[in-house]
């Protein structure tokens, strides 16, 4: 099944060059474009697109003002593209509080090191949002395995009650991609003041998005939200946010847990790597973590989870329903990780003691 893509930049330019290496994809269609918000509107009623590529800074209306039209309106998958300022991280944030799904970088030198990678990068982000956008149509997703719906039902919460004994937890690690901001914002806000276990954040994102993210976060939630530093002890009630292009090991020092900020290789895709901060939890503690995976593409987070199911930690998975992108939940469920598979909202009532 083609994806079938609407195009919105006021730039003519970049309209153009997004065109064409989208329509390079055989899987892609690109079915209209817009220079504005309302032209946005217009055409995406018009045309049924899976998937809306969106600028922020348009003339007659913006992309975050796009987007919620859109999104109450005619519900579709949209891709923003930002720039990696500090404005541009506070602008696509909105953006995904707007119901955006995803964002890149507009500089495609920002998203790799050459063209030809950048545009596999971005035909193959098109198409997991179209393939998204199809299945919520009840159109043919593109699924690679038609499993992936009887490991969600078989591994879902309802049929087994889930209890959290917070007296039997002494740190919560959480690791998620795609959809990630939003679901971590509904759970870090359910969250109540004096809550007694710290919460390691790995969120794929851009190094120049994280301080903003977790500004935003710590202004919304009752606990405390914080982005690391090297050297920073981990403490209760506060959720400790890696910072992106690095990643986030856990030391011990003497009584106290520390996180460390050690430099990515260029060989690592994922900076912050939730594989590489959950090996390093596996290391210094064992039964005492809850290990969660929320929405994102790809399976990171399945190789660190499995060294800490050895050591005896407990592992959920966001399910399928709730998930914007379920692909790392996926990858914990189908490798019989999960202790629970539970949505988004069972989750967030959990942590917060009301489950």
Excluded at 56 to 71: F, S, Y
Excluded at 182 to 189: E, H, K, M, W
Aim: charged letters at 25%; one cysteine or more; a negative charge.
């Amino acid at each position: 099944m083609t994806v079938r893509v609407l195009v919105v930049d006021d730039s003519r330019f970049f309209r153009r060059r997004l065109t064409e290496m989208l329509n390079s994809d055989k899987h892609i269609e690109v079915v209209g474009s817009a220079a504005d918000g309302v032209e946005a509107i217009k055409m995406a009623h018009e045309l049924r697109p899976d998937v809306i590529t969106m600028d922020i800074e348009m003339p007659m209306m913006d992309g975050i003002t796009a987007t919620k039209e859109i999104m109450a309106q005619i519900p579709t998958p949209i891709l923003m593209f930002s720039s990696l300022s500090v404005e541009g991280a506070k602008a696509t944030l909105d953006a995904l509080d707007a119901g955006a799904i995803d964002f890149l970088s507009k500089k495609f030198n920002d998203i790799a090191s050459d063209r030809d990678t950048a545009k596999r990068l971005l035909c193959a982000r098109v198409r997991v949002l179209g393939a998204r956008g199809l299945a919520k149509n009840d159109v043919a997703a593109s699924r690679s395995d038609a499993h992936m719906a009887s490991v969600s039902k078989s591994h879902h919460s309802s049929e087994v009650p889930v209890k959290l004994d917070l007296n039997e937890i002494k740190l919560i690690a959480i690791g998620t991609s795609t959809g990630g901001p939003v679901a971590l914002q509904s759970i870090l806000t359910a969250i109540p003041a004096g809550f007694p276990l710290p919460i390691l954040v790995i969120q794929h994102m851009p190094a120049s998005f994280t301080p903003s993210f977790s500004e935003r976060l710590d202004s919304l939630c009752d606990i405390h939200v914080r982005h690391v530093n090297d050297g920073d002890e981990i403490s209760p009630g506060t959720a400790f946010i890696a910072p992106g292009g690095v990643q986030m090991l856990i030391s011990k020092d003497g009584g106290r847990m520390v996180l460390k900020i050690k430099e990515a290789t260029q060989k690592q895709t994922y900076k912050p790597s939730v594989d590489i901060t959950f090996s390093s939890l596996a290391n210094i503690c064992s039964s005492d973590v809850l290990a969660i995976v929320l929405t994102g593409m790809g399976t990171d987070g399945r190789e660190g989870a499995k060294l800490l199911k050895q050591k005896g930690a407990t592992i959920w998975a966001q399910d399928e329903e709730s998930s914007v992108i379920y692909g790392m939940p996926m990858a914990i469920a189908e490798a019989g990780l999960a202790d629970a598979v539970l949505s988004l909202e069972e989750i967030a009532s959990l942590l917060g003691n009301k489950g």
